[in-house]
T-cell receptor
């Protein structure tokens, strides 16, 4: 089983619909992240969380919200999806603060979202 | 910005050749990491070099870091078709990793 699991892997929805992307991890890491990837733009940070009670905005948080339900779970919501939120979304965890403490990220396989 | 910027952004080589990618960044860092992404898949960590290191090797990978020039390079030796992927550098500073736009490498069999 993957260490970082994202669901759904693919989703097509319509403008105005509420969408939730879920992420769960078995790495035991405190830090979790949501990134968005668009062609030619690399990865951009949406939100990140350093522990269950900590939520922080990234570069492009407008139009998104998150929930850290437990150490292992971090969900990303689009309250009212719009076409320019069509992208590949990645969840990641980090070992920062752990024994290795390198800041290495461990990524899920991605959730491809299309908003029509 | 802390974001890494890869150069060249696209590279096409023959199998067996070496592939070299460069990365520049603008602020001080704790370490610099390189990641690989196969088409449409999640990124996978390749190698990390700390700010006090100048060179590091892992299998066919060699990474260098020049903090005075704020630059790093990734060399893949004896490339294989399976090395076809996008490669991202990510400097770590202020407890955050900042990814560049990536370097697309195509290895022709």
């Amino acid at each position: 089983d993957a260490d970082v699991t994202q669901t759904p892997r693919n989703r097509i929805t319509k403008t105005g619909k509420r969408i939730m992307l879920e992420c769960s991890q078995t790495k035991g890491h405190d830090r979790m992240y949501w990134y968005r990837q668009d062609p030619g733009l690399g990865l951009r940070l949406i939100y990140y969380s350093f522990d269950v009670k900590d939520i922080n905005k990234g570069e492009i948080s407008d139009g998104y919200s998150v929930s850290r339900q437990a150490q292992a779970k971090f969900s990303l919501s689009l309250e009212s999806a719009i076409p320019n939120q069509t992208a590949l979304y990645f969840c990641a965890t980090s070992d920062f603060g752990g024994p290795a403490n390198t800041g290495e990220l461990f990524f899920g396989e991605g959730s491809r979202l299309t908003v029509l | 910005s802390q974001q890494g910027e890869e150069d060249p952004q696209a590279l096409s080589i023959q199998e067996g050749e070496n592939a070299t990618m460069n990365c520049s960044y603008k602020t001080s860092i704790n370490n610099l990491q390189w990641y690989r992404q196969n088409s449409g898949r999640g990124l996978v960590h390749l190698i990390l070099i700390r700010s006090n290191e100048r060179e590091k090797h892992s299998g066919r990978l060699r990474v260098t870091l020049d903090t005075s020039k704020k630059s790093s390079s990734l060399l893949i030796t004896a490339s294989r078709a399976a090395d076809t992927a996008s490669y991202f550098c990510a400097p770590l500073g202020n407890n955050r990793l900042a990814f560049g736009k990536g370097n697309q490498v195509v290895v022709i069999p």
